[in-house]
């Protein structure tokens, strides 16, 4: 029989200390008190043994013999208990193990249970954020389709998205944008351009050409996981065009009245210059009349009238800078005008310092009247005319005279100035001068801004003139210059019905003494400067009129009321007393049927105006010649003859 591996039970022992603590107890007491019994009865079966072998002991033999079988049976026992209990810890483990896998098992599927259970939390929560997203898109997508601004999203330089309210705003399709660089719209990616600012307001063509100004903003955001540029734009081009009009007018205004202001000036000056030099135009003509022809004299006076007419002419622009001057108007053919100055000696004195300037000129031959004030056209005429021949110079080049007529059928046109719509004559000047720089621009037309040397040619007024003038017909001036090439370009506005013209129209008339010449008539004189009164007074003595002088309107009112008189001349601007305009309302109190011409040194104004409602005659500006004092007197004189 052999023995029980101990060395393998304490390694059963061992390895059961891994097993549950009752059957671990179980098996720790049940082996102790096996092991122990059978070291009982090894230890007393060797004692026997050697009792016999040695000592010969009789009467044990049945002792020993009974310990002997106890110890075989104890042995045989504890074998099967062994092995029963072996067998029963081998069933305890697998029934242990199957417990565990069931256990293991069981955590495992909860925790696959409790997986899938998350697994479908997230599901359900992406599927839940899923749609909150395509609602969030769906709103925002309808929000952004239905804003009238303009949105736009640019990445990397190039349009990726925008909205019906930027194909409306650029007149292109959504097809035709996306994909495109985004200078199309002429805005930059700041990412892609550091340092391009991208301003508030900004503009942009359109796909028909149309310019339009934006006001746009930018956010970044995300678009597909990259960095990109919302853009939202808005039409303020109505905004911008209101205030660029605004701005406009402002500056007009501002123009406006620094011109009138310098015009008042001006108007003030001339009517006192026009009294001082008056002398130099009247009484050279006396003295001409009392010199024999041939008289050494006679060229000394002539050279002081041509100062006195020099004078008379600056004050005469002087004036015209008044705005509202502009009062007696004729109708005029215009081309006739251009070339009664082509033919003047004073473009002849022009022409001849610039031999190699070229006259082209460009007539409209079934060009219309225009209601106008001769004088003034022809200051605009001569003023445009000098100016281009002067900004040749020296040099070969050419001057272009064209008129024609022009139909703006649109609401605006832009130039210098906006033109409103409707039908104009047009009078063009071209010159292949030096041109007008940016700066000059905004200043050529204030009075004494020129780049001309001083005192050698025209007096700085010549532009201010022409703007006054055209402005006071409610015409319009177009100005624009490069380099080598210039163009002036007025405007006149024509009724809906227009006259044609004969080219000869304005055929001059000559007069000779006996035409304008008196018969001894009875002339009364108004007038409060005295050198003034004494020239006046001796021109109507010199073409044969009895003349009497006063001071002021009471005087005449005195001397009208004793004395028999058949014409008044009358002087508006009287310094002291009743003015002009009362002067002849109390003659008339007198002598419903009095005659009278008006003077003065200012153009027609508007107590002018109501002078002649009362009933007076032709008005007559001072410095005045005796052609035309002669005349003004004889016509009155005539129509009152007619009349009675």
Known sequence: MSCPDFENIRLNRKTLTFQPPVEKLFLQQGMASRIWLFRIGLILFFIVYISLQFYHVKGLSFFILFFFLLFIILMVGYIIEYQARMLFLKSSLLQQLKKEAKKKEGLKNNEIFRTNNSLMLEILAHTEAEAQLRQSEEKYRNLVTSLPEGIFIVQDREIVFVNPGMERLTGWGADELIGKSADLLFLKHPARDPGI?????????????????????????????????????????????????????????????????????????????????????????????????????????????????????????????????????????????????????????????????????????????????KLHMQKIIMNLISNAVEAVGEKKGRVVL????????????????????????????????????????????????????????????????????????????????????????????????????????????????????????????????????????????????????????????????????????????????????????????????IKAIITSGQEMTGHVEKVKALGAGEFIKKPFSFQTLGLAIKKELKDREIQA
Request: charged share 25%.
């Open 402 to 593: 064209k008129t024609g007529l022009a139909s703006f059928n649109h609401q605006r046109i832009k130039g210098y100035e906006i033109i409103e719509k409707g039908r104009f004559l047009r009078f063009t000047v071209m010159d292949t001068g030096h041109g007008i720089s940016g700066e000059d621009m905004d200043h050529i037309f204030e009075p004494f801004y020129s780049k001309k040397i001083l005192h050698r040619s025209g007096t700085g007024l010549g532009l201010s003139i022409v703007w006054n003038v055209v402005h006071d017909h409610k015409g319009y001036i177009h100005v624009s210059s490069r380099k080598g090439r210039t163009f002036f370009t007025i405007y006149f506005p024509l009724p809906d019905r227009i006259q044609k013209a004969d080219m000869k129209v304005d055929a001059s008339v000559l007069f000779t003494l006996s035409d304008y010449s008196g018969n001894n008539e009875a002339i009364l004189v108004v007038e409060d400067i005295p050198l003034q009164q004494k020239i006046t007074s001796n021109m109507l003595k010199r073409i044969g009129y009895k003349v009497e002088a006063v001071s002021s309107g009471e005087e005449a009112i005195l001397y009208v009321r004793t004395h028999q008189i058949d014409l008044v001349v009358l002087d508006m601007n009287l310094s002291f007393g009743l003015n002009g305009y009362e002067t002849y309302e109390q003659l008339l109190l007198i002598d419903p049927k």
């Open 197 to 373: 600012d991208i301003l508030p307001m900004d503009f942009f063509i359109r796909k028909d050409g149309q310019k339009i100004f934006i006001e746009k903003s930018f956010v970044e955001i995300l678009y597909g996981l990259n960095p990109a540029l919302l853009f939202s734009a808005r039409d303020i081009t109505e905004k911008i065009t209101a205030t660029l009009e605004k701005n406009r007018l402002q500056k007009e205004l501002e123009k406006a009245k620094k011109m009138e202001a310098f015009g008042i000036l001006a108007g003030g000056v001339a009517h006192d210059l026009n009294n001082v030099l008056s002398g130099l135009s009247s009484i050279p003509d006396l003295l001409l009349m009392d010199l024999p022809k041939d008289s050494p004299l006679a060229v000394q006076v002539k050279l002081v009238k041509e100062s006195g007419r020099k004078a008379l002419s600056i004050v005469d622009e002087l004036l015209t800078l008044a705005r509202g001057s502009v009062k007696i108007r004729v109708p005029v053919q215009f081309n006739n005008l251009i070339e009664d100055y082509l033919n003047s000696l004073e473009f002849m004195e022009l022409i001849n310092n610039y031999p190699d300037v070229e006259i082209v000129k460009n007539y409209d031959s079934g060009l219309p009247l225009l209601t106008a004030s």
